[in-house]
């Protein structure tokens, strides 16, 4: 069954992407998601993960949001990462390159293919992200999402 978007909805997004400070707020809550799945996946807390860490969902969320503040002309949004390859290089870093799947907000359902890479760098607790530097090639186009 299909969730029917109500006008309360509507004003909620409008709202929220009409305001930098909100965008920014909500990709700050999705870095903490990333950072605790690349501390699970570095095995920081030196215990093997009791699950397999969400890095890829995770990743595609703060992805859409990082797409929305000013990195494209226009809305675009993340639909998944796949055949992502991640590579440790050192206690806190791992690279990463994985294919992604890109499209217009606009409604039209439109996506397509295009590569990720890039970098991710935890704090030494494993709550938040230090630093990332994402480099998106899609469409003849490039994009590059970093936190320094």
Known sequence: MKKRVTPRDKKYFASLYASKRRLKNRVLWHERFVASAVAEYLEIYGTKPKRKPRLSSNLEWLLTWKLKTTLCPILMWCDGLENIK????????????????????????????????????????????????MVIQHENCTYEAKKA
Not at 92 to 102: G, K, L, N, P, V
């Open 86 to 133: 991640v590579k440790r290089i050192g206690k806190y870093r791992m690279a990463f390159r994985s294919e992604i799947w890109i499209g217009p907000e606009d409604g039209s359902g439109i996506t397509s293919k295009g590569t990720i890479t890039g970098e991710i760098e935890v704090r030494h607790t494993g709550k938040q992200l230090k630093n990332y530097a």
